[in-house]
C-alpha cells in the first residue's frame, strides 16, 4: 500500500526545482506529507481526504461454479485457492487481500479531481500504471450515434513490468461514413531502446553504490503514507465483516469496487 500512495505523491506532487535528487525526493515527499494533513490550519493548503464511501476492501476466493462448487484456477500457469483455504488462515478471518479507494488532493490544483486506487493478491496480472484520463469537452462536434463506444482519452504510464507510455485517444474510422473510435499509441522502453531495463532492485542497489537518491521515498514520505493507512485500518476496525466483500482469485476485485468508480461515470482501466 506504501509503494501505490508513492505514486500518489509523485503524480499529485507539483514540479521540482531541479532534477537532483534531493529535490525531486523533497518534492514527493511533500506531494503526500502535507497533502494528508488534517487540520485546516494548514499553511499549505493541501491534504488528501478518502471520498465518503470511497473505500473498498475484499478477500479473494474460488470462483463458484453452480454444479459442482468451486473449482480450481490457475493464475500464470500456477494453482491458487482461496484466502481461508491457504495455510496457516483460520476459517474465520476477516483479514482483506485487497482495497481500492477515491481520494481527493484539496489544494486549488486539483480540486475536485478523484484520485482512484487498487491493489490487491491473486489478480489476473502483476501490474503497476499509472492512468490519467482528460476530462470531455462540454461541447460535441459529433452525434452520440457517431461516437459510441468511443472511451474517454486515457495517458497510461507503465511503471512496471512492461515500462512505457500509452495515449488512448479517439480517431475517425476511415472512409465516408461520420464515425470515431479508440485507438492506441504505444511506447515501449525495451522496444524502443532495444534494452531491455534492469531490475528494480539492481537499480537501487546501483544507485546505493553511487550515493544517488532519486529513486528512493524519504521518510517523512514514509511516515506519512503509514498515517493514511493507519487511519483506513482503525476504522475498519469498528466496520462489520460484511463490508470484507468476496471477490473470485484471478479477478480484478470485487463488484462493489467497481460500482465504487462506475458510480462517478468511470470504469477501471484494466492493463
Not at 506532487?13 to 487540520?39: D, E, I, N, W, Y
Request: charged share 25%; aromatic share 8%.
Amino acid at each position: 500500500m506504501v509503494h501505490i500512495l508513492s505514486s500518489l505523491s509523485l503524480s499529485g506532487s507539483r514540479q521540482p526545482l531541479h532534477t537532483a535528487s534531493k529535490h525531486v525526493t523533497l518534492s514527493a515527499a511533500k506531494g503526500l506529507s502535507r497533502q494528508t494533513r488534517r487540520s485546516n490550519n494548514d499553511s499549505t493548503g493541501n491534504r488528501t481526504r478518502p471520498a465518503e464511501e470511497g473505500l473498498q476492501r475484499g478477500g479473494y476466493i474460488l470462483w463458484e461454479n453452480s454444479e459442482n462448487g468451486a473449482s480450481p484456477q490457475f493464475i500464470d500457469g500456477a494453482p491458487v485457492v482461496g484466502y481461508k483455504d491457504e495455510q496457516g488462515v483460520a476459517a474465520t478471518s476477516t483479514t482483506e487481500s485487497y482495497v481500492a479507494l477515491k481520494l481527493f488532493i484539496e489544494n486549488w490544483r486539483w480540486a475536485g479531481v478523484p484520485f482512484y486506487l487498487r491493489t490487491g493478491k491473486h489478480l489476473p496480472k502483476r501490474s503497476t500504471e499509472v492512468t490519467i484520463q482528460f476530462k470531455r469537452v462540454p461541447h460535441q462536434l459529433y452525434k452520440p450515434t457517431e461516437t459510441r463506444g468511443l472511451v474517454p482519452n486515457r495517458l497510461t504510464l507503465r511503471i512496471q513490468p512492461d515500462e512505457g507510455i500509452s495515449l488512448k485517444f479517439g480517431a475517425k474510422v476511415p472512409g465516408a461514413a461520420r464515425q470515431l473510435s479508440s485507438v492506441d499509441m504505444n511506447f515501449s522502453y525495451a522496444s524502443g531502446f532495444g534494452v531491455k531495463s534492469p531490475e528494480a532492485y539492481e537499480r537501487l542497489l546501483a544507485d546505493c553504490m553511487v550515493g544517488d537518491s532519486t529513486l528512493f521515498i524519504r521518510r517523512d514520505e514514509v511516515e506519512a503514507s503509514w498515517r493514511m493507512v493507519d487511519s483506513i485500518t482503525t476504522a475498519w476496525r469498528d466496520m462489520p465483516t460484511s463490508t470484507v466483500s468476496n471477490y473470485p482469485a484471478g479477478s480484478w476485485g470485487p463488484e462493489e469496487a467497481d460500482d465504487l468508480i462506475q458510480n462517478d461515470g468511470r470504469q477501471w482501466a484494466n492493463p
